[in-house]
């Protein structure tokens, strides 16, 4: 229960620049009258601006600062919750927002929207909505219950009933939803790119595997084809070279040429003697005449030698263009073994990288290893992925599930609807009390449904002023009956300012009173009001207003 003890303000309104300050807690009822402008109602934004950074009025925020000071508001609100013990301190020109717990301030280095939400959430456990539909009720920026929107009066039921959390469940829920749709889709794309990574590096590796087979098969034909050409031509080459081996040819023609030249040179011989003998009649040597009769002969003899020589000279050619012939021929043979050399010398060179080549295919079995070794980890990868999607489809499975029973139709609506004929009985109690007889009913979507006593139906706007009046008072005092049945908005204090004024007649007024002093001890109600001729002897205590200087003050 939260206990509501004192408040204090200044420069708020027509306050001034000394504090103004209320015991909330000091007597069961109390009246507060004062005339028009004396700020009698000022305690209702005083306790709003506190609690909620808002006044209660339809004012802007910098509107609450006393327009002749302007600044140093500060508004002071003291009250007990559980075993603890609570101040807000909240202030314009300076701006000042201070929570003490026993006297200690809590959390100095929050951010104040931080502060505002733990106030709310935490320590009062009621946001501004539900406060002035429970605690408070006003004439001035006061939205009655029957006035707000569904979705509004929905949530005022959600805080009574302490089932807000699930609307806050339903939020983190929603939330979960969403990170679970995200993180699938980013498995999903995941699995795909994995499930595309093992295909390509599948494909590599048989490409692999295939392309070294056969890199190594056609290497391996092409050695033994390259093998086979040299050993043909080895053979070939064994054969040229047994063929000219033992060849003398070269020899025979240099012998033979040098028997041409000797007998070229006696052939010479012979033309000179001839020559000689032909032309002088004396000898060279001794210097004897020649006759001719040796002349003759000599000439004769060198003719026949001439003749003999041709005729050698005739063979002896015949025999060397026979042997350079085979000459010619043995040296066609030494250029093929060259050639055929030369090729085998090349076949073998290609031979011997077609072997390296080979070598190096094997060598690379590193890198289908280190293939087969990345295709284990994607396969890992792609297991790693589809346990994931399990477990999010499974979790996917229990959010939905969930988020049946959390949305408005789920839970929340089955606890509104164990509550709402408790909330119905209650609300046509404090009607009949208040003098209004009518079968006044909400619906699960928060909706009346209004029936006279000849079952006429009619609508909250159907009413008058006064009627509304009721109406609103037995939903006010509906709802703090449930609070407390459920300890959720549970609250000594009961604001209500000109709820008499011109709304309730006399009979209405005096069951009104009546309500309130069933009340008296369990709580601490303040009436404001223009008719204290009235209801002065009515309450325990009485607080008078009054405007003095043109700032309000307390007689």
């Not at 909706?447 to 009413?463: A, G, L, P």
């Not at 459920?486 to 005096?510: H, M, P, Q, R, Y």
Request: charged fraction near 30%; proline fraction near 1%; aromatic fraction near 8%.
């Amino acid at each position: 229960m939260i206990y509501f003890k004192d408040i204090r303000w200044k420069n708020l309104l027509s306050t001034g620049n000394q504090f103004t300050e209320v015991q909330l807690n000091k007597s069961s009822t109390t009246l507060i009258v004062g005339e028009n402008g004396s700020g009698k109602s000022t305690v209702l934004d005083a306790l709003c601006f506190g609690l909620f950074n808002k006044p209660f009025r339809r004012i802007n925020r910098p509107q609450l600062v006393n327009s002749i000071n302007d600044g140093g508001l500060l508004v002071e609100i003291e009250f007990d919750y559980g075993s603890k013990s609570y101040k807000v301190r909240r202030g314009i020109k300076k701006n000042i927002f201070e929570i003490y717990v026993d006297g200690k301030r809590l959390n100095q280095d929050a951010k104040v929207t931080d502060q505002q939400e733990y106030l709310e959430k935490t320590i009062l456990k009621l946001n501004y909505k539900s406060f002035t539909q429970i605690v408070l009720l006003g004439t001035a920026g006061f939205v009655p219950f029957m006035q707000l929107k569904s979705i509004d009066r929905r949530a005022i039921i959600e805080d009574l009933l302490d089932i807000q959390i699930f609307s806050v469940m339903n939020v983190l829920l929603k939330n979960k939803i969403s990170e679970n749709k995200e993180d699938s889709q980013n498995i999903e794309v995941n699995r795909k790119l994995s499930v595309a990574h093992i295909s390509n590096t599948e494909e590599a590796i048989n490409d692999l595997k295939k392309t070294k087979t056969n890199q190594i098969q056609q290497n391996e034909s092409d050695i033994n084809t390259n093998e086979e050409e040299v050993d043909r031509l080895n053979t070939t080459v064994k054969k040229l070279m047994d063929e000219i081996s033992k060849d003398k040819t070269a020899q025979s023609l240099e012998e033979w040429r040098g028997f041409q030249n000797g007998i070229e040179r006696k052939m010479l011989a012979s033309e000179g003697e001839i020559e000689f003998y032909e032309k002088n009649d004396i000898c060279l040597t001794c210097n004897q005449e020649l006759n001719e009769e040796h002349k003759h002969k000599m000439i004769e003899e060198h003719h026949g030698l001439l003749h003999e020589s041709g005729g050698a000279l005739l063979r002896l050619g015949n025999k060397i263009e026979d042997l350079q012939t085979r000459l010619d021929y043995v040296s066609k043979v030494q250029t093929a073994i060259t050639t055929n050399q030369n090729q085998i010398q090349a076949i073998s060179s290609y031979i011997t990288k077609l072997k390296d080549q080979i070598k190096e295919i094997e060598a690379r079995e590193d890198d289908i290893e280190d293939k087969i070794r990345r295709l284990r980890n994607l396969k890992g990868d792609l297991k790693n992925c589809m346990e994931k999607q399990e477990k999010l489809s499974a979790q996917k499975q229990l959010f939905e599930t969930a988020y049946v029973l959390l949305k408005d139709t789920g839970i929340k609506t089955r606890i509104i609807k164990q509550y709402l004929p408790i909330m119905n009985t209650l609300i046509n109690k404090y009607l009949a009390s208040l003098d209004f007889f009518v079968s006044f009913n909400l619906d699960e979507k928060f909706e009346e449904k209004i029936k006279s006593r000849h079952r006429d139906e009619f609508t909250y706007d159907s009413f008058s002023e006064g009627e509304k009046m009721r109406i609103d008072l037995a939903l006010l005092f509906t709802w703090r009956t449930i609070a407390k049945m459920k300890n959720s908005v549970n609250t000594n204090l009961l604001i209500l300012d000109e709820v008499f004024d011109s709304s309730l007649d006399a009979n209405g007024t005096e069951e009104f009173l009546k309500i309130i002093n069933q009340l008296a001890g369990k709580q601490n109600t303040f009436i404001i009001s223009h008719k204290g001729d009235v209801l002065f002897d009515k309450f325990k205590n009485v607080i008078k207003f009054e405007k003095y200087k043109n700032f309000s003050r307390i007689v």
